[in-house]
């Protein structure tokens, strides 16, 4: 999924991620959401509240995890 950096908002960039696809994803991701934004990923057995970015940092470890559920980010 691709995660922005402003609030922690996620959303899918393809419906079966495959490691290879890795460096198109990031692309993609930053261009719909600015260099900032992360690629994260979970196993098929996983869910959002496990999911790592492609350095292996937990996204509950993210400065603005789950931030766009308390308020709206200007940008």
């Known amino acids: 999924v691709c995660v922005r950096a ?27 959401c600015g260099e900032e934004a992360r690629l994260y990923y979970y196993p098929v057995n996983g869910s959002i509240d496990t999911m790592t970015n492609l ?10 995890v789950f931030a ?3 308020s709206l980010v200007s940008g």
């Open 6 to 32: 402003c609030d922690g908002y996620y959303f899918p960039l393809r419906h079966s991620a495959w490691r290879r696809n890795f460096a198109s994803d990031v692309k993609s991701c930053r261009n719909a």
């Open 55 to 64: 350095a292996g940092r937990p996204y509950s470890e993210m400065p603005n």
């Open 68 to 70: 766009y559920r308390k």
